[in-house]
């Protein structure tokens, strides 16, 4: 991402507003990863409709980071979405916030004031799933596929990824949201899916690696 994601991302993390975490499989668990440390500076690319972004690491608290971001956003579905996110100030077209995510050698599980839901574990099998209960919805990530080879161009070259599907939004206009992931260097990408069957999709890269 060159300064243009962790809003796509944050957008589609922040979306959640968390009251009950359901554990299907268990805890996340594995030491802390340098992408979670405090300076660590994410960048973005392939996403029209914000500039001037930037997103880093600001705090690392308990084995948990806070990655606090800014940038102006112009395209109307992800200026549309700014009104249901927590901790997002919105003035004019800039957005400003922070999100917070545990980042582990094992994967990476994003947390809110009333819980926490993994988004990745790089040992997880496909069709293993996390849920979230958020009022009279659930919020439901599953591992959709993973790579046995290296089958994935990111950043000049191929590497092994795995897919996870988020789905139970209750935001108007999100039909899903697909995480890709690398086990060395994190979050490498998402695809937000709206409902009038456009897409948006979003490289990830991080300062720091596994």
Same mark, same amino acid.
């Given at each position: 991402? $060159? =300064?243009? +994601? @962790?809003?796509?991302?944050?957008?589609?993390?922040?979306?959640?507003?968390?009251?009950?975490?359901?554990? +299907?499989?268990?805890?996340?668990?594995?030491?802390? #990863? !340098?992408?979670?440390?405090?300076?660590?500076?994410?960048?973005?690319?392939?996403? =029209?409709?914000? #500039?001037?972004?930037?997103?880093?690491?600001?705090? @690392?608290?308990?084995?948990?980071?806070?990655?606090?971001?800014?940038?102006?956003? =112009?395209?109307?579905?992800? +200026?549309? +979405?700014?009104? *249901?996110?927590?901790?997002?100030?919105?003035?004019?077209?800039?957005?400003?916030?922070?999100?917070?995510?545990?980042?582990?050698?094992?994967?990476?599980?994003?947390?809110?004031?009333?819980?926490? @839901?993994?988004?990745?574990?790089?040992?997880?099998?496909?069709?293993?799933? *996390?849920?979230?209960?958020?009022?009279?919805?659930?919020?439901?990530?599953?591992?959709?596929?993973? #790579?046995?080879?290296?089958?994935? *161009?990111?950043?000049?070259?191929?590497?092994?990824?795995?897919?996870?599907?988020? =789905?139970?939004?209750?935001? !108007?206009?999100?039909? $899903?949201?697909?995480?890709?992931?690398?086990?060395?260097?994190?979050?490498?990408?998402?695809? @937000? *899916?709206?409902?009038?069957?456009?897409?948006? #999709?979003?490289?990830?890269?991080?300062?720091?690696?596994?």
């Amino acid at each position: 991402m $060159k =300064t243009k +994601l @962790l809003f796509c991302a944050a957008i589609a993390l922040l979306l959640i507003s968390c009251e009950k975490y359901s554990i +299907l499989t268990q805890s996340l668990g594995g030491t802390q #990863s !340098p992408i979670g440390e405090v300076n660590t500076v994410f960048t973005f690319s392939n996403i =029209t409709g914000i #500039s001037n972004s930037t997103a880093s690491v600001t705090e @690392l608290t308990g084995g948990v980071s806070k990655i606090s971001f800014t940038g102006m956003v =112009t395209d109307s579905k992800l +200026l549309a +979405l700014t009104s *249901y996110l927590s901790n997002v100030t919105v003035s004019g077209n800039t957005v400003s916030g922070d999100m917070k995510a545990k980042i582990t050698s094992n994967g990476i599980e994003t947390v809110h004031e009333g819980g926490k @839901l993994i988004l990745v574990k790089y040992n997880a099998k496909v069709g293993d799933v *996390y849920s979230l209960k958020t009022g009279d919805a659930t919020i439901k990530r599953e591992v959709m596929s993973k #790579s046995v080879d290296d089958d994935y *161009y990111w950043g000049g070259m191929l590497i092994k990824t795995m897919v996870v599907k988020e =789905t139970g939004h209750t935001a !108007p206009g999100i039909s $899903k949201i697909e995480y890709i992931a690398n086990h060395k260097f994190g979050l490498v990408g998402a695809k @937000l *899916y709206f409902t009038d069957g456009t897409s948006k #999709s979003i490289d990830v890269y991080s300062s720091k690696t596994n």
